[in-house]
């Protein structure tokens, strides 16, 4: 057929569905609405899965190479991916390495940032010299870091910065080159600009070379390590030559290396883990069954509107309208509806995509960049096309196939046989069980947050107040004028009014796990290597007191141990006490292992267990807790624990008075109460639990509204039946119970498929829930009995109007 041809078929049917879509404004409206909320709520959400999953990397062809290289060890859980490198092994790496074109070290930052009177914190790093052009990033305007720029922590002498805190904190100052500035108390002088949108490598804004100060151990892994896979090259090659260096490693250096690995995956494996891609796949899930339930309910529609138009179909039949002609024109009218449904999807879905990012509860990483794309577009008309096809092809095939000679008769009533009822029964069922797979899915979600937030810490997390801030400045570089400068923090603290116990700790529970260490009990040694690991805690005398709790035996620290380096002493929790010593922990030592030394402690007190870690992300390392006193592992960054006599929020400008007036200096971040903390730490359950619950009481509507519809109509084309029955003594009841029996049916099938559906869901959730087991029977009956519950009023609302029948005008309808 000539192209002019076809183009005029296209527009005679387009035309054509137009003018049957305009004669039935309530149908079209319908059908619209419901496109529009499944269409947009598959974009906005796939938006989001494209930002985070399928866009490319802002890396250029580099993007797409770059891996993680981490340190792996036995003491470690096998998903546990920020553990680091050391800077020889990183070094060994780049010179063994035949599949990587270089390899390349980040270490995050504590910095402080003084422009006159006001200091701020700054996101940053600390890098190695390669690592920009080993990423093919060129600074805006500037150059590189040079090999011997890089120095040990506080000696930086140069910086990069991004463009961001270039416009924000110096106004865009062209001649911000070779400008000096105070950082961390020391003068550094900015050598370059990052282009407009690079933080490397999430939300970094300024960036120093570093190196470790003297012979570097291999013990002291701080580095996260990146590489450029070479063209060709594959991770598992990769990690195949990594594997054979890191027993090299472990056999030429055992005191520090016997036992550890080297593992390697993609850059986006690494930033985004496996919690977020099962929940992001739950979601792109959810919307998928919404989606179609909707689509059902649309091709129950039109397979209703098509019974009324059997007449006309055959005569379109009987005029010489081939069945192909005929499916066409259906398929036509309903392309026209995903189309307009479709755009004003993606209206839903820019909408929808602002809403996700204000309600991200932290900063997105630089990379993630929602947006409406053309991969967004594509996967929108891809959806609408679906649309088309399960909504239009199933009723246009069965409209298509009218009875001409009982059609055409004179006076005939349209009806539909018993396979259309089938097939519109058939689609209730299938909408039912999506329904049930979602509600137990939300449901899952639901409680695991509650479960969550109900868990217990084993402390008292009411007016407690938390922050950090970083020790900088010359005059902290030894370790007595660090601990003198805490001690009178604390006491400051004290004495202030509303303030009723502080606490100053390198780690705030619930959210930090304590640095990771191995450690040995005396009297019960290990074979090299196998040592199990722990969490180590600095903590001042006060820190249960501020917590609300108190030592289960022995003593805290005092005053001289806090401040001196050879006290010696430590406090366990009682996890790690009844593991190691049995018949008592007090008194005994417990050692610190670092490459071939340990470093013995005398056991002074045991504390309770408390939840260090974030709930959810619990190890056999985080659960073991080993505190120390501050000059006994001295450290620049640090938090405060700050508990009030009123509302916390109250003291946090008298907190943050007290910390400049004592050193103008030191700025304060991440300012907030215990219940802040918390509710930071589990967003994603709470992010997610919300929006599966909002997905799945839309399709749990929707389902409600295809079984009440289908029902409906069965009664409007039913009623000259039940008329009879009524005439031939049938009561009311009897009526409700036929149609209301119909609606259970239905039910009944579709909550068995959705059980079956619902298990594979729970087996997906399993492995981000708290508390909860993927295959909980409460969930599963619950929401299967309330589902039944709501499908049974949907069916008894037009049970109710069929028994109202009035038999008389019932028999004169025709």
Known sequence: MPVRDVFDTLLLDLGQALRVLLKRPGFTLAALATLALGIGA????????????????????????????????????????????????????????RTLEDAAGYGSGNFTLVAGDEAERVRGGAVTPNLFPLLGLQPLIGRHFKEDEAQPAGFWPVLLISHRLWQQRFAGDPGILGRSIQLNGRAVTVIGVMPPGIRFPERDDLWVASRPQGDPSRSQRWLAGFGVLKPGATVG????????LARRLGEQYPDTNRGWGIHVMSFRDYAVDHGMRVALG???????????????????????????????????????????????????????????????????????????????????????????????????????????????????LRSSRPDLVSELRDGARAGAGAAHHRLQAALVVGQVALSLALLVGANLMIRSFLRLQAADSGFAEDHLLSLRFYIAGDQYDAVPARAEFLRSLVERLQATPGIAAAAATSSIPTDDGGAPIRIVADGRPVPAGQEPGASLIVASPSLFE?????????RSFDAS????????????????????????????????????????????????????????????????????????NPRRGMALLVRTTSAPRLQADAVRRILRELDPGLAAWDVRTMGEVRAATTWEQRFFGKLMGAFAAQALLLACLGVYGVLAYAVSRRTHEIGVRLALGAKPADVVALVVGRGARMALAGVALGLLLSLGVGRTLQGILYGVSGSDLVAFAGMAVLLSAVVLLASWLPARRAAAVDPIAALRTE
């Open 561 to 632: 141990e806090h401040a001196n380096p050879r006290a010696d002493v430590a406090i366990v929790n009682r996890r790690l006490a009844k593991r190691f010593f049995a018949d008592g922990a007090v008194g005994r030592r417990i050692g610190l292992v670092e490459g071939a030394e340990t470093h013995w402690l005398r056991i002074v007190g045991v504390a309770p267990d408390l939840q260090y870690e974030e709930f959810g992300e619990e190890t056999a390392q985080s659960q073991l807790n080993v505190f120390v006193p501050f000059a006994g």
């Open 42 to 97: 598959n974009s906005t959400v796939f938006s989001f899965v494209n930002a985070v999953l399928v866009r490319p990397l802002p890396l250029g062809e580099r993007g797409e190479r770059l891996v993680t290289l981490h340190s792996t060890h036995p003491s470690q859980p096998e998903w546990w991916q920020n553990s680091r490198v050391s800077y020889p092994d990183l070094q060994d790496v780049r010179k063994n390495s």
């Open 546 to 554: 501020t917590l609300g709790t108190s030592l289960v035996d022995g």
């Open 237 to 244: 090659e990769v990690q195949q030559e990594l594997d054979a």
């Open 282 to 396: 739950a979601l792109l899930g959810a919307v998928a069954a919404v989606l179609l339930i909707g689509c059902a309910n649309l091709a129950n529609l039109i397979l209703a509107r098509g019974v009324s138009r059997q007449r006309e179909l055959a005569v379109r039949s009987a005029l010489g309208a081939s069945r192909a002609r005929i499916v066409r024109q259906m398929l036509t009218e309903s392309a026209l509806l995903s189309a307009a449904g479709a755009a004003l999807g993606l209206a839903l879905a820019s909408s929808g995509v602002e809403l996700i990012a204000a309600s991200w509860p932290e900063e997105l990483p630089y990379w993630v960049r929602l947006e409406l794309d053309w991969r967004v577009l594509a996967f929108t008309a891809a959806v609408a096309a679906l649309a088309t096809l399960v909504a239009g092809l199933l009723p246009a």
